[in-house]
Every structure is written in C-alpha cells, then in structure tokens.
C-alpha cells in the first residue's frame, strides 16, 4: 500500500509569527483545554512525545518544503522532523529560517533548501495538493483515506490498524 502526503490548508491566514490557540478559536464554543488534553492522552498511549503548546504557526511554507524533501528522498524523515519540531519543541515552522536548519539537521542541502523557499518553487505543487484537500472533502488533519474509506483526527493505533485490515493490510509488528 503506498502512502501519499497530501497537504492541506490548516489555518493559512495564521501570520508568519503565530497566534495563540485562544487567538485562533476565537468566537468558536472550542474546549482547547479539553482538546489538548485529549490528544496529551492519545499521544503518551502511544508513546509519542507531545508538549503542551501555546500557540499554532503557519505551515504553508514546511508543506513547500516538504514537498521539495519529497523529491529529494527524504519526505518521511523531513516530516518527522516538522512533526517533532512543532509539536514537541513549539518551534514557529512558518519562519524560514526554521525550515532551513530543520532541513539541514536531516543532511539536507541547506542552499537549496533556502532557494527552494525564497524561490517558492513547490508552490504550485502545494496549490495542486489544496485543491485535492477541497475536491476530496477533507476537512481536518490527519486525515487518513483508502478504499473510499475515512478515518479523521488525532487516533490511536487501533483505529489505524482496524482501518488497515479492512483493507487487507498485512499485520504490522510495531
């Protein structure tokens, strides 16, 4: 089964320097204690680190690089990186600069990471993958898909592998 990152535009009028969760729920009946504390518990079932964070970033300019680290060959380390940068470090993943040491730190080069970003030259790529997110009717991240089938939100392994075997999916030793 092969696996396919599709961006999606999380929040894309949060500006480059952030908002606070209150800022970005604003006006909404959102529990963002409630919320937080549920993905804190889905996160240590699994053993996944997860700090409790403040504030959300931008991440237009990760999903372009991303996009970028995809052709180079290192699409899941490079997400990972993202992944553990924002959520257990609260690193702003909308600044550039960010990008490039995050892209370094996994031995990619850091001059074309940077002219990759200043360039823009996954843009249209990431326009592509947004477009897809609207066509399919995705509305949250993650959101997983296969067969016509859907599971949404933050999950725990179980829900993953239940949707998995309905596929056929052979059973993973984790």
């Known amino acids: ?3 396919r990152w599709t961006a999606f535009p999380l929040h894309p009028e949060t500006p480059e320097e952030g ?3 209150e800022e970005l729920f ?3 009946p959102v529990h963002i204690k409630k919320i937080m504390s549920h993905l804190k518990q889905v996160a240590d079932e699994l053993g996944l680190p997860l700090s409790e ?3 959300t970033y931008n991440s237009r300019l990760a999903q372009e690089l991303g996009k970028w680290a ?3 060959g290192r699409r899941d380390v490079f997400h990972e990186a993202v992944f553990r940068a924002y959520f257990v470090g609260g690193r702003n993943i909308g600044k550039m600069d960010e990008l490039i040491d ?3 730190s996994i031995g990619l080069p850091e001059k074309e990471a940077r002219s990759t970003l200043e360039l823009r030259t996954m843009k249209e790529a990431v326009d592509s993958d947004w477009e897809r997110s609207r066509t399919l009717g995705i509305t949250a991240v993650p ?3 296969a067969d016509h089938q859907t599971v949404v939100g933050f999950q725990s392994y179980e829900v993953i592998e239940q949707l998995l075997k309905t596929l056929g999916a052979e059973q993973y030793n984790r």
């Open 26 to 28: 604003a006006g909404r």
């Open 102 to 104: 995050l892209a370094k």
């Open 19 to 21: 908002m606070t969760l």
């Open 53 to 55: 964070r403040k504030k």
């Open 1 to 3: 089964m092969e696996t």
């Open 143 to 145: 959101t997983f898909m």
């Open 70 to 72: 995809e052709k180079k």
